[in-house]
T-cell receptor, first 110, second 113 residues
Framework: GQQLNQSPQSMFIQEGEDVSMNCTSS?????WLWYKQEPGEGPVLLIALYKAGELTSNGRLTAQFGITRKDSFLNISASIPSDVGIYFC??????????FGQGTTLQVKP | KAGVTQTPRYLIKTRGQQVTLSCSPI?????VSWYQQTPGQGLQFLFE???????NKGNFPGRFSGRQFSNSRSEMNVSTLELGDSALYLCASSMGQGEREQYFGPGTRLTVT
């Protein structure tokens, strides 16, 4: 089936460090979405990207929609302990169907 | 504005039984999508409903079905449960037209024994 390759699979960083994760696909998407999921909860939408090349920020989070429309990255600056969780990218076709990456597990050491 | 709600939050069923899960979308949202989340397969798309019609469907067997009501609330049903159906079932709602961002509920944790 259709898949997104999300990397890295996991990260263990020191508080204050910057974090970068990305997703690539063989498919072209109309929209890229980035979510964060904490234990026992559903994914929470962080950032939505709608145009190739678009760079969008939400506080310490910055995400970009790749020029080829097949990739996206998410950066977190100056990480804090509450950034801990699993981050998912999702590519959306023009039909609305979402395909998710396998997730990046982030752990932050105070 | 209230978020997406799902009931029940936890469920334990036996192989061969059937189960119905419920999802109430954000007020004003007309599209509801269902996903299955497992450690091995990650988040997999089941189906999407918009204005009571199934608009998209994932690659799941016919034992998985859903429906949407006129108030946009949705249910999904799994018949003849198998052990492999144990998962977190997530519902997401969106406006459905134009704005395509999907907002997730907390999920229903289904355990099949």
């Amino acid at each position: 089936g259709q898949q997104l390759n999300q990397s890295p699979q996991s990260m263990f960083i020191q508080e204050g460090e910057d974090v970068s994760m990305n997703c690539t696909s063989s498919s072209i998407f109309n929209t890229w979405l980035w979510y964060k999921q904490e234990p026992g909860e559903g994914p929470v939408l962080l950032i939505a990207l709608y145009k190739a090349g678009e760079l969008t920020s939400n506080g310490r989070l910055t995400a970009q929609f790749g020029i080829t429309r097949k990739d996206s990255f998410l950066n977190i600056s100056a990480s804090i302990p509450s950034d801990v969780g699993i981050y998912f990218c999702a590519g959306q076709f023009n039909t609305g169907k979402l395909i998710f990456g396998q997730g990046t597990t982030l752990q932050v050491k105070p | 504005k209230a978020g997406v709600t799902q009931t029940p939050r936890y469920l334990i069923k036996t192989r061969g039984q059937q189960v119905t899960l419920s999802c109430s979308p954000i007020s004003g949202h007309r599209s509801v999508s269902w996903y299955q989340q497992t450690p091995g397969q990650g988040l997999q798309f089941l189906f999407e409903y918009f204005s009571e019609t199934q608009r998209n469907k994932g690659n799941f067997p016919g034992r998985f079905s859903g429906r949407q009501f006129s108030n946009s609330r949705s249910e999904m049903n799994v018949s003849t449960l198998e052990l492999g159906d144990s998962a977190l079932y997530l519902c997401a709602s969106s406006m459905g037209q134009g704005e395509r961002e999907q907002y997730f509920g907390p999920g229903t944790r289904l355990t099949v024994t």
